[in-house]
């Protein structure tokens, strides 16, 4: 069976319905801007983004799929992905921290993450998280009806990699949404242009670049006190991550998460 018969088209009230579950998912992050700082747990993340996702009678999709027990994953420094809120996890000054989501709103997921820098950065850092944030951008920008996945990762690669000598982690990658969490197509953050699955109206995926300072290689690292499995950069580096949900549409990617109007205005 070809891949592409396994995508599903989505309808313009679908689009809506994910539209309304990502700006609940983004709410939280704006949220989360006045949270994050130094001196507080990750676990005061996932007690805000619990309730703030309550409060606005959604549901967090994350809790209990796979025997995941939280609403939030939350990687500082680097950590690269999937690790738990932790109580005994404080965030000082200097660190950056992931925060990653998924929210369903009547039935309706979306799906992003967020960096934040906590009290005062270094400029290595900065960098860091304003090359990866770019990085999810010019991915967007590529995903318009006739291109292929492949010039997606393409442009990350190109910038990320060549440009500024990164790290562009190449084994957990973006992915279709709705009207479950994960979906076909996978969307790497590598590739080739004009190679891959081509871009059609009314699909639906996540862009989510995982950037490292040092090697795009990662490992698996496991916490003792509940066997959960995650992710941290193979050589100790700092990695970062910015993710959104978008639609592909006739009339230009649109991010169905965005946290800023005016930022994002010619993706609306």
Avoid at 7 to 23: L, N, V
Avoid at 95 to 100: G, Q, T, Y
Avoid at 133 to 149: E, H, S, T
Avoid at 218 to 237: F, H, L, R
Wanted: charged share 25%; glycine share 10%.
């Amino acid at each position: 069976m070809e891949v592409e018969n396994l995508i599903t088209i989505k309808t313009d009230r679908e689009i809506d319905g994910i539209r309304r579950a990502g700006a609940v998912l983004a709410g939280v992050h704006r949220g989360l801007r006045n949270i994050i700082k130094p001196g507080i747990s990750s676990w005061e993340i996932e007690e805000f983004t619990r309730q703030y996702i309550s409060d606005h009678h959604a549901h967090a999709s994350e809790m209990g799929f796979e025997g995941y027990q939280y609403a939030t994953c939350v990687s500082v420094n680097d950590e690269v992905a999937h690790a738990e809120p932790r109580k005994d996890l404080i965030l000082h000054d200097g660190d950056i921290v992931a925060v990653d989501m998924c929210v369903d709103k009547d039935g309706y997921i979306s799906d992003s993450c967020w960096n934040y820098a906590v009290g005062n950065i270094s400029p290595e850092a900065q960098k860091l998280m304003d090359v990866t944030k770019k990085a999810l951008y010019l991915g967007i920008d590529q995903a318009v009806v006739g291109n292929r996945i492949g010039d997606i990762g393409h442009a990350i690669q190109q910038y990320t990699e060549v440009e500024n000598g990164y790290g562009d982690v190449r084994e957990l990658i973006g992915h279709g949404i709705q009207p479950t969490m994960h979906e076909a197509p996978n969307v790497p953050h590598y590739g080739k242009p004009g190679h891959g699955l081509r871009l059609k109206a009314g699909m639906t995926i996540t862009i989510e670049p995982m950037i490292t300072t040092g090697t795009w290689e990662i490992v698996a690292k496991e916490d003792p006190k509940t066997n959960w499995e995650y992710y941290v950069t193979a050589d100790g580096s700092l990695c970062a991550q910015y993710e959104h949900t978008i639609a592909i549409t006739n009339d230009g990617p649109k991010i169905l998460t965005s946290q800023d109007p005016e930022y994002d205005a010619k993706y609306l």
